[in-house]
């Protein structure tokens, strides 16, 4: 069974760039897509990017500006940057698998909270 | 863009349906998927591709979509149930899911 664990800083400065990385286990990251999601406290879920099975990548409009994604195969594993990022940043960000959009395996998530 | 519209707050008796619905514009003609997250957790798909179950999932669990709403029945509804449930669906034109703002069911 494929198990997906988010790492990196928990604690990010505002204006400096957050980075993420997600870590399969158990399973390929061939034949699915590799998405990151992430929510405010208390809030909804936002889709912010993801690679696709043929390493294209697709980003929230929203965020495409500050957003970059990556792979490394060799490792498993799917990494996040967002930059110059504040306040608003503050959220729990998951990484997950989805075929067609359906998002059947989630990591456990990892609080980002941007302060100075 | 595409939105989904979903009730914030559904409460419902221990033992009887939770009817918890998801309204978009010609919904009926998309695939809905929904979520189930409890606190502190991330969030696992109840039911996919509109009606499917992954088989952890009990038959308590079912869904429907046509028109231009989507729903997510819970029958027998118990005090484990309660959680924060959102839809999802794919915007096809911009390539990109969409998630509703999610529904807090609480089990009286």
């Known amino acids: 069974q494929v198990q997906l664990q988010e790492s990196g800083p928990g604690l990010v400065k505002p204006s400096e760039t957050l980075s993420l990385t997600c870590s399969v286990s158990g399973g390929s990251l061939n034949d699915y897509d590799w998405s990151w999601i992430r929510q405010s406290p208390g809030k909804g879920l936002e889709w912010i990017g993801c690679v696709y099975d043929n390493w294209n990548m697709n980003y929230n409009p929203s965020l495409h500006s500050r957003v970059t994604l990556s792979v490394d195969t060799s490792k498993n594993q799917i990494s996040l940057t967002l930059d110059s990022v504040t306040a608003a940043d503050t959220a729990v960000y998951y990484c997950?698998?989805?075929?067609?959009?359906?998002?059947?395996?989630w990591g456990q998530g990892t609080l980002v909270t941007v302060s100075s | 863009s595409f939105g989904l519209t979903q009730p914030p707050s559904v409460s419902v008796a221990a033992g009887q349906t939770a009817t918890i619905t998801c309204g978009g514009d010609?919904?009926?003609?998309?695939?809905v998927h929904w979520y189930q997250q409890k606190p502190g957790h991330a969030p696992a798909v109840v039911v996919y591709g509109d009606t499917d179950r992954p088989s952890r999932i009990p038959e308590r669990f079912s869904g429907s979509n046509s028109d231009n709403r989507a729903t997510l029945t819970i029958s027998r509804v118990e005090a484990g149930d309660e959680a924060v449930y959102y839809c999802q669906v794919s915007d096809n034109t911009a390539d990109k899911p969409v998630f509703g703002g999610g529904t807090k069911l609480t089990v009286l």
């Open positions: 997950a698998r989805s075929r067609g959009w359906f998002f059947d395996s």
């Open positions: 010609y919904l009926g003609s998309r695939v």
